[in-house]
């Protein structure tokens, strides 16, 4: 909701704002640099305290960054505030996957995050769309103020019915000096790493696609803000199908080999967008290819997380999130990318896509073997 709700305001933004489309697409890179650094912290807190606790922290954070969000009256002042709300907003976002560890092994884990994958794509369906009705009838701030009532809401259901998934007898007493340990056990796991880039990349292209859209869309393409919603829909359907059929699969196939299918079919979609955006087709011809990449986007990310954390079940907060600030800053730098090299064309927006898609196969062969992709 947090991403994607404000989409359609881009425009709006930039001229409310006095800004230009870059300024506006670096509270998106804001944005999703916090979700990638306030994980470091939150996991192996969780680790310690359990996992409710900090959701209520994190979550509170959220809240009163969006209300500053909603008040903003510079750029500036609204990038800051969306940084604010990242950071709470991760608690959220990542202690979601350790708590799905908490409760499951491997490939029943990754069948699990799949169908989480689902559920959580029903928001980022609903939200542009939503945004864009609220930002005709309302104004961009409008969307704010919905994000703090979303996070209220959120911190209803943290207090019941979720239960805490992580007993006193199973939490770490780290310190410091331990905490920093265990970070480095994580980077040096070859595989893990190769798990958590593999994820990293391929969220690095659904963000370049989530920061790049709505100015190639809207402006490019000429399509009303309040329709954009219906188009960015199509890329979400994607990811729900594609989380449905590893759902399906994973069980029988097993993580790493679902994994590799996914890294080969994304690096594919990668190809087929570049080339859509070098000869200038049709819209319906880009978003097709879009639809192909994020077929695999999820199918990705839930076997990449199922893998990482097999590798460290007795620290899953901590693993995930780490796993959580590599997905982030993949996702911030691509973002962040597209805003510099923006040239009134989608061309940024394509070879940020291309590139992180083939980055992803190299990664997974490197790191993870190649025998995989049989």
């Known amino acids: 909701m ?20 870059g300024q506006v697409q670096q509270t998106l890179s804001a944005f999703l640099l916090g979700f990638a650094v306030a994980p470091i912290v ?12 900090i ?7 959220f809240v009163a960054a969006s209300i500053g969000g909603a008040l903003a009256g510079s750029i500036d002042i609204l990038i ?20 799905v560890r908490d409760r499951y092994d491997r490939d029943e884990a990754a069948r699990t995050l799949s169908l989480l994958f689902v559920v959580m794509s029903i928001a980022p369906m609903a939200a542009p769309i939503l945004g864009g009705q609220v930002l ?15 996070g ?11 239960r805490e998934t992580l007993p006193a007898e199973r939490r770490t007493t780290h310190h410091v000096g331990e905490m920093a ?47 954009y919603g219906f188009l ?38 990668g190809v087929l967008v570049f080339l859509a955006g070098l000869f200038t087709v049709p819209l319906a011809a880009l978003i097709g290819a879009v639809v192909v990449m994020m077929l695999f986007v999820t199918m990705i990310g839930a076997n990449a997380t199922a893998g990482a954390l097999s590798e460290f079940p007795h620290m899953a907060g901590t693993a995930s999130a780490f796993l959580g600030m590599t997905q982030f800053a993949m996702g911030a730098g691509a973002g962040a990318l597209v805003g510099v090299f923006h040239d009134g064309t989608a061309m940024p927006l394509v070879v940020v896509m291309m590139a992180s898609g083939l980055l992803a196969l190299v990664v997974r062969m490197t790191f993870l073997g190649r025998r995989q992709a049989v």
């Not at 939150?42 to 606790?53: A, C, I, V």
């Not at 209220?152 to 979720?162: F, G």
């Not at 690095?204 to 790049?212: N, Q, R």
């Not at 989380?243 to 079919?265: H, P, Q």
Request: hydrophobic residues 55%.
């Open 152 to 162: 209220v809401l959120c911190l209803a259901i943290t207090v019941y019915p979720l």
């Open 55 to 61: 959701l209520y922290t994190g979550l509170a954070i």
């Open 80 to 99: 800051a505030f969306r940084f604010l709300q990242a950071l709470g907003g991760s608690a959220a976002a990542s202690l979601a996957r350790a708590i």
């Open 181 to 227: 340990k265990s970070y480095g056990a994580l980077i040096g796991n070859k595989r893990y790493l190769g798990y958590a880039f593999c994820q990293g990349l391929s969220f690095a292209a659904m963000f370049a696609y989530i920061a790049g859209s709505p100015f190639v869309v809207i402006e490019l393409f000429g399509v009303a803000p309040e329709l």
């Open 232 to 269: 960015f829909a199509a890329h979400v359907v994607a990811l729900m199908v594609g989380s449905y059929i590893n759902s399906r699969l994973v069980t029988r196939i097993g993580v790493d080999r679902m994994l590799a299918a996914g890294t080969v079919g994304i690096a594919v979609g």
């Open 136 to 150: 005709v009838i309302f104004g961009w701030r409008a969307i704010f103020w919905a994000l703090a009532g979303f």
């Open 2 to 21: 947090s991403v994607d709700m404000y989409l359609p305001a881009f425009p709006t933004l930039a001229q409310d704002l006095m800004t230009d489309s």
């Open 42 to 53: 939150w996991g192996p807190l969780s680790d310690r305290f359990g996992r409710k606790p």
